[in-house]
């Protein structure tokens, strides 16, 4: 059974940063692209950020020189470093995988940027 368990959201003042993470179970997670989705209130999810299975990187232009994707192998976990964090960046923030053309998806991590 494939899980996605997001956490390290929270409440943070504009310019702040945060690291989120994902720890993945059920498939090996080394062999498979990982992405990172949020979605803001009233908005369409939208891709953030991806990573390849060999480490090769892609942002949505609205993160680039801000956040970092990474992952750990060995820890079966992908993370989401976020630096000079903006309101607007504030939505839920979704890992997920993509498995025979199905999306799997976790439960989601809050985070909230002030002004």
């Known amino acids: 059974q494939v899980q996605l368990v997001e956490s390290g959201g929270g409440l943070v003042q504009a310019g702040g940063s945060l690291r989120l993470s994902c720890a993945v179970s059920?498939?090996?997670?080394?062999?498979?692209?990982m992405d990172w989705y949020r979605q803001a209130p009233g908005k369409q999810r939208e891709l953030v950020a991806q990573i390849a299975s060999g480490g090769n990187t892609d942002y949505t232009d609205s993160v680039k020189g801000r956040f970092t994707i990474s992952r750990d192998n060995a820890k079966n976990t992908l993370y989401l470093q976020m630096n000079s964090l903006k309101p607007e960046d504030t939505a839920v923030y979704y890992c997920?995988?993509?498995?025979?053309?199905?999306?799997?998806w976790g439960q989601g991590t809050q985070v909230t940027v002030s002004s």
């Open positions: 997920n995988v993509k498995l025979w053309s199905l999306d799997y």
């Open positions: 059920g498939i090996i997670f080394s062999i498979y692209p």
